[in-house]
């Protein structure tokens, strides 16, 4: 069965800081891993979607890494900024059910003016 | 283009009372998803329809939870009777295709308090 899980939970940093956010997966057959934000009272969108045979994404700050064989992506933001505060979550569609979604638990990130 | 939409937004109800949530997913979207996120927690699939077919309700507690989709549009998901942790946000997303790499979109959910 897979298994997303996220650390940390919750990430505090001065602004301007760059900072790593780190996901792993039990079972390495995947077809795609997305990384998603979600704002207070709000619903989650996407930033980046990796497909198993690539290795990173980019997305203005933002850089996505994946390393399917052990099991890990890294989301990287760069010159972090307030506004960039909110959960941050990522998900996996499993090579044998590509249709589902299955989602860490999210880290919690509060950048500081 | 319109987003998805959701309500009500927020629901406080008694426990062992009913409820239900709405969704209307983007104009043309063919899957939806309602994914039930506790707090804390990642979202996770309740169910799947492709258009007005169950693709997987494999996690749908279906002793008390129901959902339907007449006409492959709209999407109405029922709680009833209500337990206390059933408190969540419930989120209804829509895509255009059941396609793995067709982009997912998100309603700001319905949030369910059991008291």
């Known amino acids: 069965k897979q298994e997303v899980t996220q650390i940390p939970a919750a990430l505090s940093v001065p602004e301007g800081e760059n900072l790593v956010l780190n996901c792993s997966f039990t079972?390495?057959?995947?077809?795609?891993l997305q990384w998603f934000r979600q704002d207070p009272g709000k619903g989650l969108t996407s930033l980046l979607l990796i497909q198993s045979s690539q290795r990173e994404q980019t997305s203005g700050r933002l850089n996505a890494s994946l390393d399917k064989s052990s099991g890990r992506s890294t989301l990287y933001i760069a010159a972090s900024q307030p506004g960039d505060s909110a959960t941050y979550l990522c998900a996996v569609r499993p090579a044998d059910s590509s249709y589902k979604l299955i989602f860490g638990s999210g880290t919690r990130l509060l950048v500081r003016p | 283009e319109a987003g998805v939409a959701q309500s009500p937004r927020y629901k406080i109800i008694e426990k062992r009372q009913s409820v239900a949530f709405w969704c209307n997913p983007i104009s043309g979207h063919a899957t939806l998803y309602w994914y039930q996120q506790i707090l804390g927690q990642g979202p996770k699939l309740l169910i799947q329809f492709q258009n007005n077919g169950v693709v997987d309700d494999s996690q749908l507690p279906k002793d008390r939870f129901s959902a339907e989709r007449l006409k492959g549009v709209d999407s109405t998901l029922k709680i009833q009777p209500a337990k206390l942790e059933d408190s969540a946000v419930y989120l209804c997303a829509s895509s255009s295709g059941e396609n793995s790499g067709n982009t997912i979109y998100f309603g700001e959910g319905s949030w369910l308090t059991v008291v």
């Open positions: 079972d390495s057959a995947i077809y795609n």
